[in-house]
């Protein structure tokens, strides 16, 4: 793979590393893509990565060798969503676009020989981005950006479930036969 400034977060970072451990283990041709990845790449904090950058679960329009524009998500397993709208971050494909920003391209050279031209058109939900913009907008209204809000407050005779009122059991009180 040949690549032009990828930038991941330190979470995709982590997420990567696992799967290259995974992968070593059975041989796998995605390794060397990988180990790449992972020894060129920037890492980032969650909170300061690019809106326009790739990264796992964002929805992004893509195209290869110059094709039609396709729409996936970015996932680190295939099983999630529905068929046909996620790319898993364990293909050729998935992994060359994390960490990718849009505008840029990359080329990938699969197991046999072939290759292909990547171009990120454009980023079109990001989660880290979406989480910040949420913070900014709590900020504005006035609400605390981090922590707690009290959904439910119990009654003061509230008990636990189970638990009969007027049954107490005090040092007086033969508790029965033992369980042994």
Not at 9 to 35: N, S
Not at 66 to 95: D, F, I, Y
Not at 107 to 125: F, M, N, S, T, W
Request: glycine share 8%.
């Amino acid at each position: 793979m040949k690549s032009t400034n990828c930038c991941l977060t330190t979470k995709d970072f982590a997420v990567l590393e696992v799967m290259l451990e995974r992968r070593r283990a059975f041989a796998d041709p995605i390794v060397h893509m990988l180990e790449h990845k992972l020894s060129t790449a920037d890492i980032v904090p969650i909170d300061s990565v690019g809106p326009d950058i790739v990264t796992l679960n964002s929805r992004v329009v893509f195209s290869i060798d110059a094709g039609h524009a396709e729409t996936r998500t970015l996932v680190q397993n295939e099983g999630r969503g529905p068929v046909g709208s996620s790319l898993s971050v364990a293909t050729r494909r998935g992994l060359c676009m994390l960490g990718m920003a849009q505008g840029r391209t990359a080329l990938i050279e699969h197991a046999d020989g072939r290759r292909e031209q990547i171009l990120i058109k454009a980023v079109l939900y990001q989660p880290e981005a979406a989480r910040r913009a949420v913070r900014q907008k709590d900020r504005a209204d006035g609400r605390r950006p981090h922590g707690l809000t009290l959904v439910y407050s119990a009654a003061d005779d509230w008990r636990p479930l189970g638990e009969t009122a007027g049954m107490r059991q005090t040092e007086d009180d033969d508790p029965g036969p033992s369980a042994a």
